[in-house]
């Protein structure tokens, strides 16, 4: 099984639909991250937790929300999807500072197309 | 602020042949630098590292990459590159100290040629 696991790993959604992209991971890492893929732009930073009570907004959080469940639950929601948020879709962990040097460990991906 | 470069897009490479694949960044302090690759229809995996100590680390699959402070890089190389090689490959910088986030580049894709 898969350290990081994500669902769903392809949906295809209407403008205006609500969407939730869930992670959970069995690494017991207290990190956990969501970020957006898009070809020739590398990877942008939606939301990070360092821990369950710890939200943090990244580059591109406008239109998205997350919730972070437990420690090893972190989901990624579209309010009101929208044609450009149309990617390819990551979950990451990472060890704490203390623990690591901040390598990230990544889910197999989500992509998610708005019609 | 920190920043990656990936000047290249796309490195093509007879397979046999060293490859290296370019990254620079630029940190405020001491950087801590990543390699990550992500294959087709794949998550990103992590290749290597570089902390502190030796400029050359060595990293998954055969892997190197050598860290230049004065010039501020960090490229991937491979003696001898493998079809199985072709990929698309991330380099990320971030700051040993701060928010201890990632800056990712845009990733380059490598294309090994039989």
């Known amino acids: 099984d898969a350290d990081v696991t994500q669902t769903p790993r392809n949906r295809i959604t209407k403008t205006g639909k609500r969407i939730m992209l869930e992670c959970s991971q069995t690494?017991?890492?207290?990190?956990m991250y969501w970020y957006r893929q898009d070809p020739g732009l590398g990877l942008q930073l939606i939301y990070y937790?360092?821990?369950?009570?710890?939200?943090n907004k990244g580059e591109i959080s406008d239109g998205y929300s997350v919730s972070r469940q437990a420690q090893a639950k972190f989901s990624l929601s579209l309010e009101s999807a929208i044609p450009n948020q149309t990617a390819l879709y990551f979950c990451?962990?990472?060890?704490?500072?203390?623990?690591?040097?901040?390598?990230?460990?990544f889910g197999e991906g989500s992509r998610l197309t708005v019609l | 602020a920190q920043s990656v470069a990936q000047p290249e897009d796309q490195v093509n490479v007879a397979e046999g042949n060293p490859l290296t694949v370019k990254c620079t960044y630029s940190v405020s302090g001491n950087p801590y630098l990543f390699w990550y690759v992500q294959y087709p229809n794949r998550g990103l995996q992590f290749l290597l590292k570089?902390?502190?100590?030796?400029?050359l680390v060595k990293g998954s699959y055969g892997f190197e990459a050598e860290f230049n402070k004065s010039q501020t890089s960090f490229h991937l190389k491979k003696p001898s590159a493998l079809v199985s090689d072709s990929a698309l490959y991330f380099c990320?910088?971030?700051?040993?100290?701060?928010?201890?986030?990632?800056?990712f580049g845009r990733g380059t894709s490598l294309i090994v040629h039989p």
């Open positions: 690494k017991g890492h207290d990190r």
């Open positions: 570089y902390i502190t100590g030796d400029n």
């Open positions: 990320a910088v971030r700051a040993s100290g701060g928010s201890y986030i990632p800056t």
């Open positions: 937790s360092f821990d369950v009570k710890d939200i």
């Open positions: 990451a962990t990472s060890e704490a500072e203390i623990a690591g040097f901040g390598e990230l460990f």
